[in-house]
């Protein structure tokens, strides 16, 4: 065993028993590489990528080419779901220097961790192009004690261009009426009409950008909008990245037409879409958007929970094909003769109803479930005992991995999603749920100055430092809590968390966000992106939720650091809307104000004040915040002077510092939020 026995990240623990003399990430490292006088190989990836797990077994377990890696460099091992910060830093100067990124992502850095040579995925003997690994060792060793100017000199100019790179244009202001039209037709040009989502291969959920769409029609009632956001969410739901079977979303579709996916399944993906197939029933009323949104939340309980209560980052592609081979979507996929062998006279109407084909979808001859358009009428009661049964089988196969630490970001998103989700549907079982994850992030990655920590693992706290998407991603969580359970202190401890974007993220000048807090581990350079990835980037994500906050309390601070936050959507928004959709949708909240519904009654059995309360919830107005309660309540400030009306439950919408008079019907209170 290596160093890496002692950590808590499952990606980590699977190179423990590396013949490779591993480091984790640490001063120490590069000390000991200064002391020897050797190159670092920096090493990131994580515990459910592919790739990652194909040079493991190839380069990594193989004792030649850990001998020579121990001999000549000092070899660093992160998880860049556990360090988001490094993985970030040192991604952007792969892109920079070969256009492209990726991982496993493979850097050699200085004892001063400036990098110097770049890559992602090396067979271990040359291929399509590609060098060897034991290659590119042998080169940068060569490099390093034959040319070491030349790398010095490499490596500086690499860090000085990134020391460049630092966000200088905020926009003069919020984004307006301009912009957000402008983003919209943006997508509307880059929309694939035909098959949904926005590109080509491969096609990625776009989460952030639904939720824009949907906000954009609810605030202006635009169609083309809703459109767009309902055919994609069905398109999604029908083809092979959701699982048909047990619910839940993979990582990406690898084709145009979402058929074949990249099998792994995160939680941020499945938190992120369970919310916007949820928006979309909200808005629409569709069926299909229900039972996704319904589906997706238990396949997270059932699948993803953990004994803490806190959520599990990710099931991986690869499983057991059952000749001992860990094969990618193995758990997944069928052929003809295995629905026979589960269904029997049956497996001629599975295979017309999922789409699977002697020649298959996926490889040799295996499809993945999707449900085809087709003519013809299926019984449901038929295709549902199908579908148990397969189930059934499936759940008989070795089941892929599990990368079982909590992060406290993607948390944060499976609690808003679960909240939301749970009071839509009545499900209050996927409520408790969203407070269970709360509740442990609050008990065990709060410190007493309630700063955040990134990650978690069988109830023991990592020692990472939350970054940005940490603290905004789980003050959304806990503002969509609070709205839910009428429960104040889940509003109070989203201030905490906030409190600490103003100190220790924000720059007190300019009103721009750093990834890493002030006083966090000095990085070569502070990383600083406001774009989208798989998840909200932490820039908007916090953006949105200090404008909920400040709509719950009326705070100024917390409302012009929003504004000031969104400057850079003004400017990104018209340019690149498909990578600043959660930005785009807090926008969409901003210029609608957010509303601010404030329910007070009688008490929490009151029938009126349940009523009331749901239609508040179920209001489609961009951003709106819910509080609930008694008049003499203190747990929310908008409860603050709100009496009830003739003794009886009675809602208040404000909006732009103005209030409407307070209605105790719940049609009236509805047709407001859709206004």
Same mark, same amino acid.
């Given at each position: ?337 295995? %629905? *026979?062998? =589960?269904? #029997? /006279?049956?497996?001629? $109407? ?10 298959? @979808? ?118 969509? %809590? *609070?709205? =839910?359970? #009428? /429960?104040?202190?889940? $509003? ?10 103003? @100190? ?119 951003? *709106?915040? =819910? ?49």
């Amino acid at each position: 065993m290596n160093r890496l026995a002692h950590e808590t990240s499952p990606y980590l623990l699977q190179h423990a028993d590396n013949p490779v003399d591993w480091w984790p990430w640490s001063a120490e490292a590069f000390e000991a590489a200064r002391t020897a006088n050797k190159p670092v190989l920096l090493s990131v990836g994580y515990s459910s990528c592919h790739w990652c797990h194909v040079m493991a077994h190839e380069s990594f377990e193989d004792r030649a080419t850990a001998d020579y890696l121990n001999e000549h460099f000092v070899s660093v091992k992160v998880d860049r779901e556990e360090r988001p910060d490094v993985d970030a830093v040192y991604m952007e100067a792969v892109q920079a220097a070969t256009g492209q990124g990726g991982w496993p992502m493979t850097v050699f850095l200085t004892p001063d961790a400036e990098p110097f040579y770049f890559g992602t995925y090396f067979p271990p003997a040359p291929r399509h192009g590609m060098p060897a690994f034991r290659q590119v060792l042998e080169g940068v060793r060569a490099a390093w004690t034959d040319r070491r100017d030349e790398v010095a000199d490499v490596a500086g100019k690499i860090v000085r261009d990134l020391s460049q790179r630092e966000l200088s244009h905020q926009g003069d202001g919020p984004p307006g009426e301009q912009e957000l039209s402008q983003a919209l037709l943006g997508l509307t040009r880059e929309y694939d009409a035909q098959r949904g989502g926005f590109g080509g291969a491969p096609k990625f959920p776009p989460s952030m950008v639904v939720e824009f769409l949907l906000r954009h029609h609810a605030r202006t009632g635009a169609e083309g909008a809703l459109q767009m956001a309902a055919d994609t969410c069905e398109r999604m739901a029908r083809g092979g990245l959701y699982d048909q079977l047990g619910g839940g979303f993979a990582r990406y579709s690898v084709d145009r037409d979402w058929v074949v996916p990249h099998f792994e399944k995160m939680l941020y993906d499945n938190a992120l879409l369970c919310r916007v197939y949820a928006h979309l029933w909200r808005a629409t009323g569709s069926e299909l958007a229900r039972r996704v949104a319904l589906e997706t939340a238990d396949f997270m309980v059932r699948e993803l929970r953990t004994d803490q209560g806190g959520f599990a980052s990710a099931l991986d592609a690869d499983s057991d094909d059952g000749t001992g081979a860990h094969v990618e979507g193995a758990y997944y996929v069928w052929t003809p003769a295995q %629905l *026979a062998e =589960v269904l #029997g /006279e049956d497996a001629d $109407l599975a295979a017309q109803y999922f789409g699977v084909t002697a020649e298959g @979808t996926f490889e040799h001859g295996q499809s993945v479930l999707q449900l085809p358009q087709q003519e013809g009428v299926f019984d449901a009661g038929k295709v549902e005992s199908v579908r148990q049964r397969l189930l059934a089988a499936r759940a008989r196969r070795p089941a892929p991995g599990r990368d079982d630490k909590v992060v406290a970001a993607w948390n944060g998103l499976a609690v808003a999603a679960l909240a939301e989700t749970g009071a839509y549907f009545d499900r209050p079982d996927l409520v408790e749920a969203a407070v269970g994850a709360a509740d442990l992030l609050v008990r065990l990655h709060f410190d007493d100055h309630a700063r955040i920590a990134r990650t978690s693992r069988d109830g023991r706290v990592g020692a990472n430092a939350g970054v940005l998407e940490d603290y905004g991603d789980v003050a959304e969580g806990f503002l969509a %809590l *609070a709205s =839910v359970t #009428g /429960e104040g202190v889940w $509003l109070e401890f989203a201030g905490l968390l906030l409190d600490h974007v103003l @100190t220790r993220f924000t720059d007190p000048d300019s009103g721009a966000l750093y990834d890493t807090a002030a006083d966090a581990e000095r990085l070569i350079r502070r990383p600083q992106d406001p774009t989208d990835n798989a998840t909200p980037s932490g820039w908007t994500a916090a953006a949105g939720a200090l404008l909920g906050y400040a709509a719950h309390t009326g705070t100024e601070p917390h409302r012009s650091a929003a504004e000031r936050a969104l400057g850079v959507v003004k400017t990104l928004g018209p340019r690149v809307p498909r990578f600043v959709g959660w930005g785009l949708a807090v926008a969409e909240a901003l210029l609608d104000g957010p509303r601010e519904v404030a329910i007070v009654g009688p008490g929490a059995d009151d029938r009126n004040t349940t009523a009331l309360h749901r239609t508040a919830l179920l209001g489609t107005a961009p951003g *709106a915040v =819910v509080a609930v309660g008694t008049p003499e309540s203190d747990e929310f400030p908008l409860l603050a002077g709100r009496p009830l009306v003739d003794g009886a439950a009675a809602a208040y919408v404000c909006r732009h510092f103005t209030c409407d008079a307070p209605t105790t019907d719940p049609e009236l209170l509805g047709a407001a939020l859709r206004s």
